[in-house]
């Protein structure tokens, strides 16, 4: 079998932060203990709530950040040092779409001028070649080469968000980490981006981390998903089956919210309690004061992210134990 594209190997991340009437610094474990391997061509969805830690997985994936712990490796080295020759060849393989695409762009600069930087910074071809590579990423992301004379302002937000696409494809990269790609765009258009992003990943044999708090658009374009909660892995397993049959008892209450187009929802799980916070994560399972299903236990051991059959693993005491028991 031909390695990962990409390999994240129990990656974590802490922030020192200050609290209380004394500046206290706490370590904020963003993400903690995290693997994940993406092969070639494939979409790996990353979801769960605000303070996760999806978008910092996503950033030391893509070498933005280096992990305290842990290893990422792509396409089968580890990632160089940032700032090195070797980092920045391995970077214009790897690029990154953001969820706010005027963010993203100068606002004082024509869009074509924007898509054609990363050829010039990189220099890829003559002048001329670069202009008729810019027309030629223009029409792949379904404009034309006149859009790439107008300034973001003129345009509309799923525009915009082709603009930050074209861009990102411009050195031919072999991976791209989307954080919330299409969040900021009206749903009708959403569809509209994610479709697009399809169809490109499909010609151009990209392969994506596809991260996003909504699982409407991750089902749309996955092959696996990861589902995070408080930093860390509590259920990954292959798109289809994961959500036709979710384990962990925060993924079923996901899913609950989010029924398939033409489905009606079994039943909306409502959690209650307070969403998480990376500054107090609770004892045990992060995940017990909001769990329906917590038992005990749940309050002082953490569970361990195991194979429960399949391709699936899970991080639930209750889940294990069902699994140990049908394996008996
Ligand atoms: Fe719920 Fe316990 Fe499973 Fe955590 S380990 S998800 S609290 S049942």
Same mark, same amino acid.
């Not at 404009?143 to 345009?155: F, I, M």
């Not at 790609?181 to 009206?186: Q, R, T």
């Not at 194979?307 to 391709?311: H, I, M, S, T, W």
């Given at each position: 079998m031909s390695p990962p594209l990409v390999e994240a190997s129990a990656i974590s991340r802490s922030y020192a932060m200050r609290s209380g009437m004394f500046g206290r610094s706490t370590a904020v474990h963003?993400?903690?203990g995290v693997s994940l391997a993406i092969a070639k061509g494939e979409t790996l969805g990353l979801v769960g709530e605000s303070g996760s830690g999806k978008s910092t997985t996503g950033r030391i994936v893509l070498g933005l950040e280096p992990p305290d712990r842990g290893e990422v490796r792509f396409q089968g080295k580890p990632m160089a040092a940032p700032g090195t020759t070797a980092w920045r060849a391995q970077r214009a393989r790897m690029q990154m779409i953001f969820q706010d695409p005027l963010g993203a762009l +100068?606002?004082?600069?024509?869009v074509g001028t924007q898509i054609r930087e990363p050829l010039d910074i990189h220099g890829v071809g003559t002048p001329a070649e670069r202009e008729e590579r810019v027309r030629e990423l223009l029409r792949a992301v379904e404009?034309?080469?006149?859009?790439?004379?107008?300034?973001?302002?003129?345009?509309s937000g799923g525009q915009r968000q082709r603009i930050v696409l074209a861009r990102a494809l411009a050195t031919k990269p072999d991976f791209l980490v989307c954080?919330?790609?299409?969040?900021?765009? +009206?749903v009708s258009i959403q569809a509209q981006v994610v479709n697009l992003l399809a169809d490109l990943q499909a010609q151009l044999s990209l392969t994506l981390l596809f991260i996003s708090h909504d699982l409407r658009v991750v089902r749309q374009i996955s092959n696996v998903v990861a589902v995070m909660y408080l930093g860390r892995i509590v259920e990954i397993g292959s798109a289809d089956d994961l959500f036709a049959r979710p384990e962990h008892p925060y993924t079923q209450a996901l899913v609950s919210a989010s029924p398939a187009p033409g489905r009606r929802s079994a039943g909306r799980i409502v959690l209650s309690g307070d969403p998480p916070n990376p500054a107090a994560r609770p004892q045990g399972c992060a995940f017990h004061p909001r769990c329906p299903r917590a038992v005990a236990r749940c309050a002082s051991e953490v569970p361990i992210l195991a194979?429960?059959?399949?391709?699936r693993q899970v991080a639930c005491h209750l889940v294990m134990g069902a699994a140990t028991r049908d394996a008996a």
């Open positions: 963003a993400v903690d +100068d606002r004082r600069l024509p404009l034309t080469p006149a859009h790439g004379t107008r300034y973001p302002g003129a345009l954080d919330e790609p299409v969040s900021a765009l +009206d194979a429960v059959g399949g391709n």
